[in-house]
C-alpha cells in the first residue's frame, strides 16, 4: 500500500503539473485544493524540492513550481523518494534489500520467485506511468 506522504507527494506533483509554465503555486493553495495537511506537505515538497523535482520561490508570487515537465516525472521516482521499496517482500528489493529471515535458500524460493515477477511487473507500470498520465485521466473524467 501507498503511504499517506507518497499519496500526497503524487497529488501535489500533479496539481503543480497542471500549472506547468506558469507561475508557482503556494503551499496553502496545494493544501487546501488536494486536501492535504499544510505542515505535511511543507515536509513533502522541501523533500522533493532538494531531490531535484521542484524549484521554489519565497515571497510575493512565490511558491513551488515543476523543474522537470509532468512527462519526465514517473511514479517510481516519486515512491522510492517518499515511501521506500516498490517490492512486497525485502528478499526481492533492489534499494531495499534483506534476507528473509525465515528462507532457507532464496534460488528454490516459490514466494520469492513469485514476488519477483510481482516485482518486475511493478516497476514496469509505474516506470511507464508519468505524472503527466495522472493529469491526462483526470482531464477525460
Same mark, same amino acid.
Request: with cysteine; net charge positive.
Given at each position: 500500500? +501507498?503511504?499517506?506522504?507518497?499519496? $500526497?507527494?503524487?497529488?501535489?506533483?500533479?496539481? +503543480?503539473?497542471? =500549472?506547468? @509554465?506558469?507561475?508557482?503555486?503556494?503551499? #496553502?493553495?496545494?493544501?487546501?485544493?488536494?486536501?492535504?495537511?499544510?505542515?505535511?506537505?511543507?515536509?513533502?515538497?522541501?523533500?522533493?524540492? =532538494?531531490?531535484?523535482?521542484? $524549484? #521554489?520561490?519565497?515571497?510575493?508570487?512565490?511558491? $513551488?513550481?515543476? +523543474?522537470?515537465?509532468?512527462?519526465?516525472?514517473?511514479?517510481?521516482?516519486?515512491?522510492?523518494?517518499?515511501?521506500?521499496?516498490?517490492?512486497?517482500?525485502?528478499?526481492? #528489493?533492489?534499494?531495499?534489500?534483506?534476507?528473509?529471515?525465515?528462507?532457507? @535458500?532464496?534460488?528454490?524460493?516459490?514466494?520469492?520467485?513469485? $514476488?519477483? =515477477?510481482?516485482? @518486475?511487473?511493478?516497476?514496469?507500470?509505474?516506470?511507464?506511468?508519468?505524472?503527466?498520465? +495522472?493529469?491526462?485521466?483526470?482531464? #477525460?473524467?
Amino acid at each position: 500500500m +501507498l503511504s499517506k506522504k507518497t499519496k $500526497y507527494a503524487i497529488k501535489a506533483l500533479v496539481a +503543480l503539473g497542471k =500549472n506547468f @509554465d506558469k507561475q508557482s503555486i503556494n503551499i #496553502s493553495t496545494i493544501a487546501e485544493t488536494e486536501h492535504i495537511p499544510k505542515k505535511f506537505l511543507e515536509q513533502i515538497l522541501l523533500e522533493m524540492r =532538494n531531490a531535484g523535482f521542484l $524549484y #521554489s520561490k519565497k515571497g510575493a508570487g512565490g511558491g $513551488y513550481s515543476l +523543474l522537470k515537465k509532468p512527462c519526465e516525472i514517473n511514479l517510481v521516482q516519486v515512491i522510492r523518494l517518499t515511501g521506500g521499496p516498490i517490492s512486497q517482500l525485502p528478499c526481492v #528489493s533492489i534499494n531495499f534489500y534483506q534476507k528473509c529471515e525465515e528462507c532457507k @535458500d532464496e534460488k528454490t524460493c516459490g514466494i520469492r520467485d513469485a $514476488y519477483l =515477477n510481482v516485482r @518486475d511487473a511493478t516497476l514496469k507500470v509505474l516506470s511507464e506511468t508519468t505524472i503527466a498520465d +495522472l493529469i491526462d485521466k483526470e482531464k #477525460s473524467i
